[in-house]
C-alpha cells in the first residue's frame, strides 16, 4: 500500500535558520504530491503542490519543495525562517489519476522568536 | 479555491448520542471527503462522500457507525453515532476537483464526555 513518511515529528529552529523537512513516499507510478500547513487553530491549507514539470515548486510564504523522482521524495525548504512559521506541516501524495490523498503523519515546527 | 463551510465548529457530546456534522461548498465539486485527525495523529481517511448514493468507506470505519449523506454536489453531512470517548477528535471536511489539490473545511472539535 502507499505511504508517506516525514522523518521529523517536532522540529524547533531559531529564527532566521535555514529549514528543510523530509518527505518520502512508497509508490512505483507517477504521482502528484503536496505540502499542507495547518497553523494553530486554523484549517489546513495547501502550501505548495507538483504536478509535472520543473520539479522545483515554489509555494506561499518563501517554501519551495523539491521532487526528486530517484529518491521518491518531495522535501520542504525555506532558507530563512519566521517565528510565524510555526504550525504543523503535511506532506501528501496523491497516485495520477487518482482521487485520494494520502498523507504523512505531520511535522510539528516550532520557531523560536 | 472553494469556500468550505463546516458546522458545528465544536462540540462537547454524552456518551452513546449522536452528532451530524455538516460540510458545505459554495461550488460545485467532483469529490468531497470525509476525515479525522485524532490528538497528536496524521488525518485518517474515514470515507468519500458520493453524490446520491452510498459513501465509500476506508478500512476500519463502517456506515452505521459513520453515515454519511452527499445529497447534492455542494453539500455532505457526517454523523458520528453512539459516541464513545475514542471518538474525541478533529472531523474534517474536504474537497476536490478532478486531479486537484484537496481544498479543507475549519474542522469540527468533538470532545466526548
Known amino acids: 500500500a502507499q505511504s508517506v513518511s516525514q522523518h521529523n515529528h517536532h522540529v524547533i529552529l531559531s529564527e532566521a535558520a535555514s529549514l528543510e523537512l523530509g518527505c518520502n513516499y512508497s509508490y512505483g507510478g507517477t504521482v502528484n504530491l503536496f505540502w499542507y500547513v495547518q497553523y494553530p487553530g486554523q484549517h489546513l491549507q495547501l502550501l505548495l503542490k507538483?504536478?509535472?514539470?520543473?520539479?522545483l515548486v515554489k509555494g506561499i510564504k518563501g517554501f519551495e519543495a523539491e521532487f526528486i523522482k530517484s529518491k521518491f521524495s518531495f522535501n520542504l525548504r525555506k532558507p530563512s525562517v519566521q517565528w510565524s512559521d510555526t504550525a504543523e506541516y503535511f506532506c501528501?501524495?496523491?497516485?495520477?489519476?487518482?482521487?485520494?490523498?494520502?498523507f504523512g503523519k505531520g511535522t510539528r515546527l516550532h520557531i523560536l522568536p | 479555491s472553494a469556500v468550505i463551510s463546516q458546522k458545528p465548529s465544536r462540540d462537547i457530546c454524552q456518551r452513546g448520542t449522536s452528532l451530524t456534522i455538516q460540510c458545505q461548498v459554495d461550488?460545485?465539486?467532483?469529490?468531497m471527503f470525509w476525515y479525522r485527525q485524532q490528538p497528536g495523529q496524521s488525518l485518517t481517511l474515514i470515507a468519500t462522500?458520493?453524490?446520491?448514493?452510498?459513501?465509500?468507506?476506508e478500512s476500519g470505519f463502517v456506515i452505521d457507525k459513520f453515515p454519511i449523506s452527499r445529497p447534492n454536489l455542494t453539500f455532505s453531512t457526517l454523523t458520528v453515532s453512539n459516541m464513545s470517548p475514542e471518538d474525541s477528535s478533529i472531523y474534517l471536511c474536504?474537497?476536490?476537483?478532478?486531479?486537484?489539490?484537496?481544498?479543507f473545511g475549519d474542522g469540527t472539535r468533538l470532545s466526548i464526555l
Open positions: 507538483y504536478f509535472s514539470g520543473d520539479p
Open positions: 462522500a458520493n453524490q446520491g448514493s452510498e459513501a465509500t468507506y
Open positions: 501528501a501524495v496523491m497516485i495520477r489519476g487518482g482521487d485520494k490523498i494520502i
Open positions: 474536504s474537497v476536490q476537483g478532478y486531479n486537484q489539490p484537496q481544498h
Open positions: 461550488s460545485q465539486v467532483t469529490m
